[in-house]
């Protein structure tokens, strides 16, 4: 599956942005959806994922309750709104999927099904 993900920009701390992730093929909703993000000198890490059936969520401690993963079939789109936003959220946000994986795939060694060509988030104090 191929992803395209966009969205990212500059914004002050506190503010919001919603990135969007494009699949292609007619297959996306057999994809559980992903997101990780990997800020400069540090390694990649998972942000949020959504199951690819019942609409199950997970998310990393760090952004509970300020960030919602979201999908929409007929799009073949997955979103992540990000609300409240901090300068330690800077980073290149990617998208990622798994076939028929849950929300938490993401956060276990398993091999992914396609990578986005990630989005830059920069957020000033």
């Known amino acids: 599956v191929q992803l395209q993900a966009s969205g990212g920009g500059l914004v002050q701390a506190g503010g919001s942005l919603r990135l969007s992730c494009v699949a292609s093929g007619r297959t996306f909703s057999s994809y559980a959806m992903g997101w990780f993000r990997q800020a400069p000198g540090k390694e990649r890490e998972f942000v949020a994922g959504i199951s690819w059936n019942d609409g199950a969520t997970y998310y990393t401690d760090s952004v509970k309750g300020r960030f919602t993963i979201s999908r929409d079939n007929a799009k073949s789109t997955v979103y992540l709104q990000m609300n409240s936003l901090k300068p330690e959220d800077t980073a290149v946000y990617y998208c990622?999927?798994?076939?028929?994986?849950?929300?938490?795939?993401?956060?276990?060694?398993?091999?992914?099904?396609?990578w986005g060509q990630g989005t830059l988030v920069t957020v000033s104090s």
């Open positions: 990622a999927a798994a076939k028929y994986g849950s929300s938490r795939i993401f956060t276990t060694s398993a091999t992914l099904d396609g």
